[in-house]
């Protein structure tokens, strides 16, 4: 399987390399990164992106004109950039997702399941800590745990969201979800979903000791979109066994 490999020059993109280049089975077919883009007769059989919105314009752009399968793994991407995934869509097989670990996709169905068990007596709260040079806030990890326990309360995630508390002075309301955001260190990710009822309290946590999960998992989606038909694919549909 030849991968092109964009944002090549960040942490996941230097794991998806090494893990490449430990793969008799995988081949680096090109790199881009912020400084340069992919090579004008860059092919490939797969792209994979961590970078940032505007290479992933770029790159997602490039995997449709090459008619190949997408991975997109870059958070904070703004409205336009959300558009453009739709309807790259259409014309690829694209898998995109906040967190391409394991573990996470799992609490996902957790998180979702406890939501729907517990009733609005229970708040729901998230806490999430990555390293100091994550940008956006709160993590799409975060926001995509959200979308799950409002989805699962009949709730919508914008109207219920609350991620800044201290600018208001009112008594928390039953259906809100907060959100509160940790950077410092080298902290790969780590993430909490509260269920606060009185009495007692419900905590799934998720801790990422290396960032190198996230790599692995990307290429783990990479193969399984191999030969699929145009369309978006959840990540957690792809770990379903014979899927």
Same mark, same amino acid.
Request: proline share 3%; aromatic share 4%; hydrophobic share 45%.
């Given at each position: 399987?030849?991968?092109?490999?964009?944002?090549?020059?960040?942490?996941?993109?230097?794991?998806?390399?090494?893990?490449?280049?430990?793969?008799?089975?995988?081949?680096?077919?090109?790199?881009?990164?912020?400084?340069?883009?992919?090579?004008? #007769? @860059?092919?490939?059989?797969?792209?994979?992106?961590?970078?940032?919105?505007?290479?992933? &314009? %770029?790159? $997602? /752009? !490039? *995997?449709?004109?090459?008619?190949?399968?997408?991975?997109?793994?870059?958070?904070?991407?703004?409205?336009?950039?959300?558009?453009?995934?739709?309807?790259?869509?259409?014309?690829?097989?694209?898998?995109?997702?906040?967190?391409?670990?394991?573990?996470?996709?799992?609490?996902?169905?957790?998180?979702?399941?406890?939501?729907?068990?517990?009733?609005?007596?229970?708040?729901?709260?998230?806490?999430?800590?990555?390293?100091?040079?994550?940008? #956006? @806030?709160?993590?799409?990890?975060?926001?995509?745990?959200?979308?799950?326990?409002?989805? &699962? %309360?009949? $709730? /919508? !995630? *914008?109207?219920?969201?609350?991620?800044?508390?201290?600018?208001?002075?009112?008594?928390?309301?039953?259906?809100?979800?907060?959100?509160?955001?940790?950077?410092?260190?080298?902290?790969?990710?780590?993430?909490?979903?509260?269920?606060?009822?009185?009495?007692?309290?419900?905590?799934?946590?998720?801790?990422?000791?290396?960032?190198?999960?996230?790599?692995?998992?990307?290429?783990?989606?990479?193969?399984?979109?191999?030969?699929?038909?145009?369309?978006?694919?959840?990540?957690?549909?792809?770990?379903?066994?014979?899927?």
């Amino acid at each position: 399987m030849r991968v092109l490999v964009s944002g090549s020059s960040g942490v996941i993109g230097r794991h998806l390399i090494e893990l490449i280049d430990g793969d008799p089975t995988l081949e680096l077919a090109g790199t881009a990164s912020s400084e340069q883009f992919f090579a004008a #007769d @860059a092919d490939g059989d797969v792209l994979i992106d961590f970078s940032h919105p505007e290479l992933t &314009a %770029r790159s $997602l /752009d !490039l *995997a449709c004109r090459l008619g190949i399968p997408a991975v997109i793994g870059t958070t904070g991407l703004d409205e336009a950039c959300a558009a453009r995934l739709d309807a790259a869509g259409e014309r690829i097989a694209l898998c995109v997702a906040a967190n391409f670990s394991l573990g996470i996709n799992l609490m996902l169905a957790l998180v979702a399941r406890a939501a729907a068990a517990l009733d609005a007596s229970f708040d729901i709260e998230i806490t999430e800590t990555h390293h100091r040079r994550k940008l #956006d @806030a709160p993590s799409g990890t975060a926001l995509a745990l959200g979308e799950a326990a409002a989805a &699962a %309360r009949g $709730l /919508d !995630l *914008a109207a219920c969201r609350d991620d800044e508390r201290q600018s208001r002075r009112a008594a928390r309301p039953a259906d809100e979800i907060g959100f509160q955001t940790i950077r410092g260190g080298d902290v790969a990710g780590e993430h909490t979903v509260h269920f606060l009822g009185n009495g007692e309290r419900l905590e799934l946590t998720h801790r990422a000791s290396e960032r190198r999960v996230f790599a692995s998992g990307a290429l783990f989606a990479a193969r399984k979109l191999i030969g699929r038909r145009p369309g978006r694919v959840e990540f957690g549909s792809l770990l379903v066994p014979g899927d």
